[in-house]
């Protein structure tokens, strides 16, 4: 038996729901691919920093104290400080020893 208009209509606006919910769906993947993808660039660029900070970049480091100036948040610029107070402390030159340097041995005796 065919089906009636008003069971045709309640089909279509059925399989309309369906769809939107898909694409719902669908839009809601897309944004969430593009915060993971933004997560995953923010986390090697900022390793990368580190890394260059560590190793004595003056770029790297003026970077850090351009971040901790506009950081709006107390912990990120508190977690920015002592990191850049690390790095301070791990660049200082050796503190002078007390032991004094020995001489090398001159050639021909002595």
Do not use: H, W, Y
């Not at 694409?23 to 923010?42: F, G, H, N, V, Y």
């Not at 506009?70 to 402390?89: K, P």
């Amino acid at each position: 038996m065919a089906k009636n208009l008003a069971e045709q209509e309640a089909e279509a606006r059925k399989l309309i729901q369906q769809g939107k919910a898909r694409l719902a769906d669908l839009r809601r993947k897309k944004a969430e691919d593009a915060r993971k993808r933004d997560t995953r660039l923010k986390i090697i660029i900022g390793g990368m920093l580190v890394n260059r900070a560590l190793n004595g970049s003056a770029a790297a480091r003026s970077l850090i104290d351009e971040a901790i100036k506009v950081s709006e948040r107390d912990d990120d610029r508190n977690i920015l400080s002592a990191f850049r107070n690390t790095l301070s402390e791990t660049q200082k030159p050796p503190a002078s020893s007390s032991v004094p340097e020995t001489q090398e041995p001159q050639a021909g005796g002595g």
